[in-house]
RNA sequence: GGGUCGGUACUCAAGCGGUCAACGAGGGCAGACUGUAAAUCUGCUGACUUCGGUCUACGAAGGUUCAAAUCCUUCCCGGCCCA
């Protein structure tokens, strides 16, 4: 179980494809994964994400968490069976809501209405663990790494994330040093938890450990080595893509990437849009997760060949053309610009399940193409 | 016919002598979004603009005033009440 085989490499790059077995299933990478955080990939039904070609998704262990609760989670047989998902899923650890809920200087809060930062201490950190407050109820709560993989247990995920703090991107050396130092304990504990739990599982779950430093090229090498030698089945990176310029993200990746297993996948978190995946794949990522997809959709952005479009855009009132002429997928098969548009200016809920629908699609095609690169032959 | 209340930008609707090109809401136009506090948020929405302003505007026409969407007169239109 957990084994990770690489099928091909790519001559000209260091793309490649492999095959990452899991209790659910086998992960052909590399791949895009939806992000489902409370158990949804929003607007998805799973037979539908089965048909665009989704292998695995993501949900959230704060969310589910707070709410139904990891317990309810359990009883229910499961997440993949409480949310009707055979197939694999990863569990994100909570780690990047400490970021996002944690200041009002993060670029992700900036974006949210200042109304609704009123309440700034929602997160405080502590070597131990992070104390947080609801942001349903305000309650108050405590999480540990220990805490964190009793969770990620109880819900069942093939592929569970160690506990980690994802810095701001314009963290100083200082505070980079010691929240990636943080996270390397927490990793450690992380390790010996999941260990200690998985011992007692007739199905296992897979640790996959989350490389932090910020933006710092030594603290970035020192978070990948001693996240390699944890010699768990996978290796995440973490911490990118947060608000820093691009050249920075790839450097990063460069930068990390000669320090990783060869035969283990390699997760970039958070990533994207295409032109990030594109990238990703040809450093050698095998796996990536983003909220891009859904989220544009329901804001009425589609992902096309020529860029990102808003389908409330005038021009596409009489539009009888699909959202992209080259895709195939079953929006862009059968419904209008036209039509997508009179759905999203009526607020119809059919409107944000098309273009989340297309989006999530255009991605896995994206992955798809870039496959096809690697290795010319190989049937997908 | 008499009385009374009202006519404000695309719509609804505040303002009731200067700080009013005019609150607010809706609608419209555009933008942002990358391990989801996100079916959210931001900007613009009289015209022109070298972005500092300039012009035209609150039913119509006159008038008072240094100054009017705001006060006065007449007229037009609408609601309600009385004949």
Redesign the pocket.
Known sequence: MFAFKIKSKSKSSDARIGEFSTPHGIIETPCFMP?G?KGT??TMKPEELKEIGSQII?A?TY?LYLRPGHELVKKMGGLHKFMNWNGPILT??G???V???GTNNT???K???KK??K?KD?VKITNDGVEFKS?LDGSKHLFTPEKVMQIEHALGADII?AF?E?PPAFADRKYAKQSMEKTHDWALRCKKEHEKLNKNQKVKQALFP?IQGGMYDDLRIESAEFMAALDLPGI?I??L??GEP?ETTWKMIDLIIPHLPKNKPRYM?????PE?IREAIKRGIDMF????P???G????AFTSKG?I?I????N?FSKKSLDDKCECYVCKNYTRAYLRHLI?E?E?LG?HLLSWHNIAYLHDIVKTEKRKISPTSDF
């Open positions: 992000v955080t990939v929003k993501l959230n969310h994100d650890s780690g990047f809501q970021f996002s809920l670029l992700a809060a974006q949210i209405s609704r930062h309440d929602l942001i994330m980690d994802c989350i995440a973490g911490g893509a947060v691009r978190m958070g990533i994207g849009t990030d997760d983003c909220v891009l859904t989220r544009l329901r804001h009425g952005s990102q808003h409330k855009n005038e021009e009132k200016m607020n809920i944000i």
